[in-house]
């Protein structure tokens, strides 16, 4: 069955940076891309980006695109997210999903169990 | 780009219908038939309940349909259950981007 597993909860200071990993099972990892999604404490969904599990192409929400990085390792079906500069702000539950869709980010069928990142100080 | 917009929150009786709506532009619902819908329980992940406006995934009762006209899209949920109780989002593929609505707290009395 599909699995995406993430990585643990983290906390980290203002400024810092978190990597966050997601390691899939279940499928052939190239065949599908992996966008991130996070969710703030009582907030709704925010699409954060992209990544392309065959190629390494990615797509990043705009506002994100200074200060986030999405990559893959094909050869350890894991898909990693890596966030730098962090606010107060960016404290959310991050999620890894597959992406389901046709040419990038349509829908998502799976989905990780999210880790919690905290940033204070 | 802006999130789509939902109403906070949605209730019914067990047995009811309930509708959500999901409003957003020509540049995203309007533009494409790749809306999506998504129920979250408290502390889980999201679980895909709707996609390509209409399509349910296996595995998906029939109790939940999709919809679209113009830049609104709609959830509908027939034969409310109890396990129906959950926030739900919905999704616009939007060009160079997807943007979700800010939720709906679907409770049923």
């Known amino acids: 069955q599909v699995q995406l597993v993430q990585s643990g909860a983290e906390v980290k200071e203002p400024g810092a940076s978190v990597k966050v990993s997601c390691k899939a099972s279940?499928?052939?990892?190239?065949?599908?891309?992996i966008s991130w999604v996070r969710q703030a404490p009582g907030q709704g969904l925010e699409w954060m980006g992209w990544?392309?599990?065959?190629?390494?192409?990615?797509n990043y929400a705009r506002k994100l695109l200074d200060r986030v990085t999405m990559t893959t390792d094909p050869s350890t079906s894991t898909a990693y997210m890596e966030l730098r500069n962090l606010r107060s702000d960016d404290t959310a539950v991050f999620y890894c999903?597959?992406?389901?869709?046709?040419?990038?980010?349509?829908?998502?069928?799976?989905w990780g169990q999210g880790t919690l990142v905290t940033v204070s100080s | 780009q802006s999130a789509l917009t939902q109403p906070p929150s949605a209730s019914g009786s067990p047995g009811q219908s309930v509708t959500i709506s999901c409003t957003g532009t020509?540049?995203?619902?309007?533009?494409?038939?790749?809306v999506s819908w998504y129920q979250q329980h408290p502390g889980k992940a999201p679980k895909l309940m709707i996609y390509?406006?209409?399509k349910r995934p296996s595995g998906v009762p029939d109790r939940f349909s999709g919809s679209k006209s113009g830049n609104t899209a709609s959830l509908t949920v027939s034969g409310l259950q109890a396990e129906d109780e959950a926030d739900y989002y919905c999704?616009?593929?939007?060009?160079?981007?997807?943007?979700f609505g800010g939720g709906t707290k679907l409770t049923v009395l």
């Open positions: 999903a597959r992406d389901a869709g046709y040419n990038g980010y349509e829908f998502f069928d799976y």
């Open positions: 390509d406006v209409t």
């Open positions: 279940g499928y052939t990892f190239t065949g599908y891309a």
């Open positions: 020509s540049s995203d619902i309007g533009g494409y038939n790749y």
């Open positions: 990544v392309s599990a065959y190629n390494g192409n990615t």
């Open positions: 999704s616009s593929y939007a060009g160079s981007s997807t943007v």
